[in-house]
């Protein structure tokens, strides 16, 4: 066994230490370390960063506090257990799904063209019945990661579901125990409303009457509450910690907010071209071109609008943190931390979801340019501005008061090279759209640049769209390329030669954005903690 030399390694192994004992306590004298590490291995594979081994260690910690009874089928337990699974097999991310369930998942999941089903169950399978009754699957249904049209999404947390079903019912764990484990492995699906969390009880209550498992209010009690402390540990990342009435929640909120969700490095899980993959040979890890950015930055744009999807914050933020009612009328967490929680998660997001806008922008304008450049070989201006693309990722020279506005101009304008060590630079390009659109222009440009350079085609509706809210921008034959600089640089109130000769010149001096009158003194916006 390697020797551990760090601090960090240290604390990880007594963690490790530490989880597996309580879930051994949870799952029974059958789980064996070997088996503990080969599923924990799932949380190491290169292609994890958001969904890797510390954020399982942080959802697997056992909580006592939140059972009413000492007994296994407690909250605490279902949470912990489900903690364990929940981010175990990720098909959106993870190529192949590993040996620990690959037995488990052909029982329930076949492919199909590329696509994954359900497949139809055997007679008399009470885990399949848990299975799909509590997430409301049938079967033959197709799976998909997002939901769109009447298919609900939520693929990744069946196959989690599926995996650890399985296993406890191999271990020889109760269905009642089952369920449990199921129901807070369901509850991680993100950004839903909150009736999810009754309809949660009700699918509970069905499968528990379908099996005969006899529950009483409080067997369903303990499982809503695991499910709903589950589900909302693992978007605490939005508000920095479990406890908003912390006076620091603000301010740990910034912190994981920028690191995570803002930071300065995309991982693997946004680029599938930095993954280590095989059967992708011809693809280089860490090298990925100005669409493979683009289409990271679309992705985290596409987050914050699954989060904050509008301007009215009670309304947008609810599907962020849920509560349940418990049969005694009680409701947990109780009404007044979850009304806080959702605040401020919304107020700190606002801030973090501008500059993702600005970088999508950025990303998009250089894009557009790449695109414009493959059909028009010939233009010198457009080939003179990619040769300098490389000296734009370098970080400007900014003013004094620089620390003010780091965080909002971040935004990478280009892919990066194997050798490079960096992914976002302070980018010109960023700080003038900033300089120049306050954050309600920003968000509506980066939701345009969301829906226009996706690729394809423009659709009969994208064009009829595009010309209801923003008349004679659209002309025949324009690309979604064009049609999103002419809208930038409506935007921007520049033309589009400006807007060009402007990045040639930041390309060559890296400062010619960042000083001057036209830029303002940006800075965070100031963020209270809850009374």
């Not at 609008?305 to 409701?331: A, C, M, R, W």
């Amino acid at each position: 066994m390697a020797s551990i030399h760090t601090p960090v390694e240290l604390e990880i192994a007594e963690k490790n230490l530490a989880l597996y004992k309580n879930l051994y306590s949870a799952m029974g004298p059958n789980f064996k370390y070997d088996r503990f590490l080969g599923w924990e291995n799932q949380y190491l594979r290169p292609s994890r960063e958001f969904h890797g081994l510390n954020h399982m260690l942080a959802m697997s910690e056992m909580n006592p506090t939140l059972s009413r009874r000492s007994n296994e089928h407690n909250a605490g337990f279902y949470s912990m257990v489900s903690g364990f699974f929940h981010d175990e097999d990720y098909p959106s991310i993870d190529e192949p799904v590993t040996h620990m369930s690959r037995e488990y998942i052909d029982r329930y999941i076949e492919e199909r063209d590329g696509k994954q089903y359900i497949k139809p169950l055997a007679a008399n399978d009470p885990i399949g019945k848990i299975l799909l009754g509590t997430f409301g699957f049938q079967e033959g249904q197709m799976l998909s990661p997002f939901p769109f049209g009447d298919n609900p999404g939520g693929m990744n947390e069946f196959f989690c579901a599926v995996a650890a079903a399985c296993e406890l019912h191999t271990l020889g764990k109760d269905l009642h125990f089952i369920l449990g484990v199921t129901a807070g492995i369901e509850a991680t699906i993100p950004f839903r409303t909150l009736e999810r969390m009754d309809q949660l009880r009700s699918r509970i209550a069905h499968v528990g009457s379908l099996l005969n498992l006899n529950l009483t209010q409080l067997d369903t009690d303990e499982m809503m509450v695991g499910a709903v402390h589950t589900a909302n540990k693992d978007v605490t990342s939005f508000l920095g910690g479990m406890d908003p009435n912390d006076p620091d929640a603000h301010v740990n909120t910034e912190t994981v907010l920028y690191s995570i969700l803002g930071g300065d490095l995309l991982s693997p899980e946004e680029v599938p071209a930095l993954r280590v993959n095989k059967s992708h040979i011809d693809t280089i890890p860490g090298n990925y071109s100005p669409r493979d950015f683009l289409s990271a930055r679309i992705k985290r744009a596409g987050l914050y609008h699954l989060v904050l999807p509008g301007d009215d914050g009670e309304q947008t933020i609810k599907n962020l943190f849920y509560k349940t009612t418990l049969s005694g009328g009680d409701t947990y967490p109780h009404n007044g931390w979850t009304t806080n929680a959702n605040k401020l998660a919304y107020e700190n997001s606002l801030p973090v979801r501008t500059a993702e806008y600005a970088r999508l922008i950025s990303a998009g304008i250089v894009n557009a340019l790449v695109e414009q450049a493959a059909k028009d070989p010939d233009n010198v201006k457009i080939k003179d501005l990619l040769d300098k693309l490389p000296n734009i990722m370098k970080p400007c020279s900014l003013p004094d008061d620089a620390s003010k506005v780091r965080k909002l101009a971040f935004a990478c304008v280009s892919g990066r090279e194997p050798s490079s060590g960096y992914d976002i630079a302070r980018s010109p390009i960023a700080e003038f759209i900033l300089s120049k659109l306050d954050e309600r222009q920003v968000e509506a440009l980066g939701k345009a640049a969301r829906d226009l350079l996706l690729p394809g085609d423009f659709t009969e509706q994208q064009i009829a769209s595009l010309n209801k809210t923003h008349p004679g921008l659209y002309e025949a034959g324009d690309s979604k390329e064009q049609a999103f600089l002419k809208l930038t640089s409506q935007y921007l109130g520049t033309s589009l030669e400006t807007i060009r000769d402007n990045i040639v010149r930041s390309a060559q001096g890296c400062n010619a954005w960042t000083v001057g009158a036209e830029i303002k003194q940006l800075s965070l916006p100031k963020v209270n903690s809850i009374p």
